[in-house]
């Protein structure tokens, strides 16, 4: 007997504007605070806890990243769209568009294309000419982090490293992985 994967009853095709998957082909991500500039912050006048605070770092530089939706340091990402619509939005922030790729009818393999047309400053679109599906390489985030999300990941470092391992504190209150303070901070930047 055979059996069919669960899906719609419905002949009609879902065309998506925001990417079905996404991976990060960079392997080291850069932080975008240092060690030192959170010591400045806290303060701690030792190195016994560096590891700590760079563990602490990346926690807070990835909470904000996904309340941004946006990158804060460089990082190659592939995004992949199966039933694209015409215009596809790449995510997480600034852009720089490496590769477009396409499958045509269906074939196993995808092929460079040249059929589209980059829509948007920093922020990019692409408009296809073909809806197939479609593969894009792109490197996204910027070389200089601004002010504004190092003072937030501050905030959110500082935050951490005072709420650790005290039976005494109650949890520290958060609102989808950021406090609210760094929310309030961050809410004119979100995309």
Same mark, same amino acid.
């Given at each position: 007997?055979?059996?069919? @994967?669960?899906?719609? !009853?419905?002949?009609?095709?879902?065309?998506?504007?925001?990417?079905?998957?996404?991976?990060? %082909?960079?392997?080291?991500?850069?932080?975008?605070?240092?060690?030192?500039?959170?010591?400045?912050?806290? @303060?701690?006048?030792?190195? !016994?806890?560096?590891?700590?605070?760079?563990?602490?770092?990346?926690?807070?530089?990835?909470? +904000?990243?996904?309340?941004?939706?946006?990158?804060?340091?460089?990082? %190659?990402?592939?995004?992949?769209?199966?039933? @694209?619509?015409?215009?596809?939005?790449?995510?997480?922030? +600034?852009? /720089?568009?490496?590769?477009?790729?396409?499958?045509?009818?269906? /074939?196993?393999?995808?092929?460079?294309?040249? /059929?589209?047309?980059?829509?948007?400053?920093?922020?990019?679109?692409?408009? !296809?000419?073909?809806?197939?599906?479609?593969?894009?390489?792109?490197?996204?985030?910027?070389?200089?982090?601004? /002010?504004?999300?190092?003072?937030?990941?501050?905030?959110?470092?500082?935050?951490?490293?005072?709420?650790?391992?005290?039976?005494?504190?109650?949890? @520290?209150?958060?609102?989808?992985?950021?406090?609210? +303070?760094?929310?309030?901070?961050?809410?004119?930047?979100?995309?």
């Amino acid at each position: 007997m055979n059996t069919l @994967p669960y899906q719609s !009853l419905s002949p009609t095709i879902t065309f998506y504007k925001y990417a079905q998957q996404t991976e990060v %082909l960079s392997n080291v991500v850069s932080l975008a605070v240092t060690v030192a500039e959170a010591k400045e912050e806290l @303060p701690v006048y030792d190195d !016994l806890s560096d590891t700590l605070i760079q563990r602490k770092i990346a926690s807070a530089q990835r909470a +904000v990243e996904e309340f941004l939706n946006k990158d804060t340091t460089v990082r %190659l990402r592939r995004s992949l769209w199966l039933t @694209p619509q015409r215009l596809i939005e790449l995510p997480y922030g +600034v852009h /720089d568009i490496q590769l477009v790729e396409q499958q045509e009818f269906f /074939d196993a393999s995808f092929i460079e294309t040249t /059929d589209y047309h980059e829509v948007g400053l920093d922020f990019k679109s692409i408009r !296809l000419e073909y809806m197939f599906p479609t593969r894009v390489t792109y490197s996204s985030g910027n070389n200089n982090v601004e /002010d504004i999300f190092k003072e937030a990941i501050l905030q959110e470092v500082s935050y951490y490293f005072k709420n650790r391992n005290d039976p005494n504190e109650t949890a @520290p209150e958060t609102v989808n992985g950021l406090s609210l +303070v760094t929310q309030n901070l961050l809410a004119n930047y979100r995309r």
